[in-house]
């Protein structure tokens, strides 16, 4: 067992197996996004650095790869153990450079070691096949293989699980490691190199890198060796790394950006869907990608669903994510927080009514108040732009065929939602939504089991399920004949 009372803030770069700073020996402050205050720095590390990591994950990977497979799955084993053990060290960390509460980190903690413990049991059923040749004497094989170094990029919204969703399959299936973890929140990804050390991932297998991500993301996207790119972050990085990489063709995996609706008809249990948009709103300040978006709500139903939820809102309550019964930390940042402002003072000028909140917290900072917005409608900018925030846009809508014409109208397609007790209409809704993930009667619908993901620009690939492993193995073809 590791030490789970001590501090998992590195402020080095872990390269080939070395903790190094930058070559300039230059750094970056990385703050309390509750008080603003310094807790640190990392490496303000750039190409060079890069190259040299990519040169390690490159290096290490045949000896990697080839390591017994019961090897590779005990390895993943004792990563699960060694986050659980340090999963209040972890997520305190966790909260303090992001500004999630307490509760919501020790979650996400969790949830990384779900990942590792599911892509442990996962490899042992990375299966190929034989297939039926259509002439005799032959033999036809599929096999899977790890497709080599992989490049990982990841976004501070879950700084600690979005990476296990990527860590956990490459190292599944022999795939080494280059990951750069968002600036804003670097510990949390530099926690995943010093656990992998810890428990005997060999030197280069795991090689995490901070600082200037067009240098770093410039570097893994122009090396042939790096063979995966897997991403996690805005659609307007995300397409400039696919189109980066039809240089070296390199597979790509992109997790990006959402605009969720969430449908309310008026046959809903109420206060379920009530409970369901609360926890997809207002989850890490509503700072995720599966965040409702737009809230459609049937005419039936609207206003009682409306005063709910106000009264669910202002309980609420704001504040440092370490104090006892905080359930909305901070934003991440000043533009995030003008981001929201933008989109209130947009709405109220088209004609939306600010039902409660609507402006920056008392506390200061980027504190902002948990805001419900009623009357919204779709020429207003959050109906097709990412909020990224607090705020809770109330639509109103008449018929089923007029909801999901509405849903569908983004260029997004990440996670929806629908509250109906009505099954053939959970049924149509599952047909005619254009999302990858849909959750009926579910405002949390995230879990290993399942593939995570989008459709149109809201990424390719998927991570969780079986399809997260495959994301990481290449398919190969092999003809035997003449035996
Ligand atoms: P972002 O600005 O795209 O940043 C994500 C990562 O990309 C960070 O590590 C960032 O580095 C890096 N990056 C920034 N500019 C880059 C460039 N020009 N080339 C290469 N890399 C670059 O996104 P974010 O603001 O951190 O995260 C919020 C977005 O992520 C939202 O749109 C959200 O919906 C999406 N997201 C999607 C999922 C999903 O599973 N689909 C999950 C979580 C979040 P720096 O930190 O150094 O700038």
């Not at 002439?135 to 979005?162: C, D, E, Y």
């Not at 509250?419 to 047909?431: H, I, M, P, Q, V």
């Amino acid at each position: 067992m590791l030490d789970a009372t001590r501090s998992w803030m590195r402020e080095a770069n872990l390269i080939g197996g070395d903790w190094v700073g930058a070559d300039s020996g230059d750094t970056i402050d990385v703050t309390n996004k509750a008080t603003g205050e310094v807790i640190g720095t990392v490496p303000a590390a750039g190409t060079a650095e890069t190259e040299r990591a990519i040169a390690a994950a490159a290096a290490a990977f045949p000896a990697f790869r080839d390591m017994p497979l019961m090897e590779r799955c005990g390895l993943l084993w004792k990563l699960h153990d060694a986050l659980m053990d340090n999963q209040k060290a972890l997520a305190e960390l966790l909260t303090v450079e992001m500004g999630k509460p307490l509760a919501e980190a020790m979650g996400e903690i969790a949830i990384g070691a779900q990942y590792v413990r599911w892509f442990a049991e996962e490899a042992r059923r990375a299966k190929g096949e034989i297939v039926p040749a259509g002439v005799n004497g032959r033999r036809i094989l599929v096999t899977k293989h790890a497709v080599g170094v992989v490049g990982m990029i990841t976004p501070w919204n879950f700084p600690s699980s979005m990476l296990a969703r990527k860590i956990a399959p490459a190292l599944a299936v022999g795939c080494t490691v280059v990951a750069k973890p968002a600036t804003a929140t670097p510990y949390s990804g530099i926690a995943w190199g010093a656990l992998c050390e810890e428990v005997g991932y060999p030197k280069g297998v795991v090689n995490v890198v901070t600082g200037s991500a067009r240098e770093i993301a410039g570097a893994l996207m122009a090396d042939p060796r790096v063979r995966k790119i897997t991403f996690t972050g805005s659609t307007e990085v995300g397409k400039e790394l696919i189109r980066q990489s039809a240089d070296t063709v390199k597979k790509v995996s992109m997790e990006l950006g959402g605009n969720a609706p969430f449908l309310v008809f008026d046959d809903a249990d109420l206060d379920a869907a009530v409970d369901g948009a609360m926890v997809s709103k207002f989850r890490n300040s509503g700072q995720t990608c599966v965040c409702a978006n737009r809230i459609y709500v049937q005419a039936g139903i609207h206003d009682a669903f409306v005063a709910k939820l106000k009264a669910a809102v202002e309980a609420l309550k704001v504040g440092d994510g370490r104090e006892d019964g905080v359930t909305q930390g901070p934003m991440i940042d000043a533009d995030a927080v003008e981001k929201v402002e933008a989109f209130v003072a947009d709405a109220k000028a088209k004609g939306a009514e600010v039902v409660t909140g609507g402006g920056r917290h008392a506390k200061g900072g980027t504190f902002f108040e948990p805001t419900v917005v009623t009357g919204a409608t779709q020429a207003m900018d959050f109906a097709t732009e990412e909020i990224f925030g607090p705020l809770a846009p109330v639509f109103r809508f008449e018929t089923e065929a007029e909801a999901i014409e509405m849903a569908n109208a983004t260029v997004y397609g990440l996670a929806c939602y629908a509250y109906t007790k009505d099954l053939g209409r959970a049924f149509r809704l599952n047909e005619g939504l254009a999302y990858g993930m849909i959750g009926i009667n579910s405002g949390l619908i995230t879990t290993v089991e399942a593939p995570f993901g989008g459709v149109k620009e809201s990424g390719l690939g998927k991570e969780g399920g079986s399809q997260g492993l495959e994301d990481y193995l290449e398919t190969k073809y092999v003809c035997v004949d003449g035996i």
